[in-house]
Structure formats: structure tokens, C-alpha cells
């Protein structure tokens, strides 16, 4: 790690707390719409097919377009609960504007950050929209640790995809020997960076993968990356 000048961290389940942050934006949303269905059942029913389409969306199956209204279309069928064209897509606006308002960071954040940027230079590398990734950064405080971001969209590419890597790392002006990866997913953030030849750092805060920590470094907790960098 000696030779380690930059750092790129994922956004969503790494830095940014989305599950806590997309159920309360859901909260909000249902009930300023009237939408008459439990915030226990419905986020229930989201949470498996919003990840579905996700993982659909990373290997290029689906679109933006088809994951924001899909998702929502098909948690309410499985509800069955009726809600019109129109109101889906007001719905699907809506609630990334919501979401975007959402400021819970994982514990440590802060703290880790403000630790990293007086060693390295910071960057964050997500598949996540354009328009609401730059606001949860904004939102939450954390933007000006980041010397640059870069998404999907702009990269043209999704994680794990080589491309997105390399595109980050030429927008940092960085080799990939010199930078370090840090996401929660296994195969588009770790192995997706490891194959461009950047280090990595797995975070699993809920410890879901087991896997050789000398193969792939692992923390369950932010801070504990501190004892690595």
C-alpha cells in the first residue's frame, strides 16, 4: 500500500446508508401520493426486485428508464395494489427526489474520510443516477472530500465493466497500481477493480461473503479501513 496516492469509493451500501435513506424517502412518497398500502409491506416487496433490477441493470438488461418505473410497477402488482401509468412515472420522479434528500451515512464515515484526505486523493466511482448521486453528496455534507466523481452514465459503462474503471482512473490522472477500490459489492466494485489492476478493500458491514481476507482485504466496519491505509 505503500504506493497508494488515490482512493475510489463507491457511494450507495459503502459511504452513502441507502437502505435507511430509500425507506424513508418511500415513507414520505407514499404518503404525500395517498398511495394506501403498508410502508412495512410495500419495502418489503421492493427491496428483493429494486436489487433484481439493479443486477439486471449493471449487466446492460434493462434500462434507466425500464429500472426506475419497472421496480415500481412490479412491487405494486405483487401488492396488488392498482396505480395508474401516470401516477407510476410521478411516482418514479418523485421518489428520486426524495431520496436524494437523504443524508444517513454509514457510521464512520466522516471520521475515515477527514483521516484519508490528509494521505490520498479522494474519488467516487458509482453506478448510480447522474442526477441524484452529485445531491447526496451535496446533501450529506461530503462532497468537497472528493477531488473527482464519476458514473456510469458519464463513463458509458456499468461496473464491473473495465471501461468504467479506466475512464475513473484517467479522470483522476492515476494508475491503477497506485489506487485503491472500496465498495460493498463483491463482483462490481472488488473483482471489477481487480481486474484493471487497482488494489481493493471489500466492505461487508452485514459480513454476507466469505471470502480470504489475504486475497481480498475486508472490513465489516468504516473505521476499521484506517488499520489498511
Do not use: C
Not at 410521478?90 to 474520510?113: C, H, N, P, V
Request: hydrophobic share 40%; aromatic share 10%.
Amino acid at each position: 500500500m505503500s504506493r497508494i496516492t488515490d482512493i475510489f469509493f463507491d457511494l450507495d451500501h459503502t459511504l452513502w446508508d441507502f437502505e435507511p435513506n430509500s425507506d424513508a424517502a418511500f415513507e414520505k412518497l407514499l404518503k404525500q401520493h395517498n398511495i394506501n398500502v403498508s410502508i412495512v409491506d410495500f419495502i418489503e416487496t421492493y427491496r428483493p426486485i429494486n436489487h433484481q433490477y439493479w443486477d439486471n441493470y449493471s449487466r446492460g438488461i434493462v434500462t434507466k428508464a425500464q429500472v426506475r418505473k419497472g421496480r415500481l410497477i412490479d412491487t405494486f402488482e405483487k401488492l396488488s395494489v392498482t396505480v395508474s401509468d401516470e401516477m407510476i412515472e410521478r411516482l418514479a420522479d418523485d421518489y428520486l427526489i426524495f431520496l436524494r434528500e437523504e443524508t444517513r451515512l454509514f457510521q464512520g464515515a466522516i471520521s475515515l474520510l477527514e483521516y484519508l484526505q490528509e494521505k490520498y486523493k479522494l474519488h467516487i466511482l458509482t453506478n448510480g443516477f447522474n442526477e441524484v448521486q452529485s445531491h447526496k453528496l451535496k446533501n450529506a455534507k461530503i462532497d468537497f472530500f472528493f477531488k473527482t466523481v464519476t458514473t456510469s452514465e458519464e463513463a458509458g459503462k456499468l461496473k464491473p465493466h473495465p471501461d468504467i474503471f479506466n475512464y475513473a482512473l484517467k479522470k483522476a490522472d492515476v494508475f491503477a497500481q497506485h489506487s485503491v477500490m472500496i465498495g460493498d459489492n463483491l463482483k462490481t466494485d472488488i473483482l471489477g477493480a481487480k481486474n484493471v489492476g487497482m488494489f481493493v478493500i471489500h466492505f461487508d458491514p452485514e459480513q454476507q461473503n466469505n471470502i480470504d481476507r489475504e486475497i481480498i482485504p475486508k472490513v465489516n466496519h468504516l473505521l476499521q479501513i484506517k488499520e489498511i491505509l
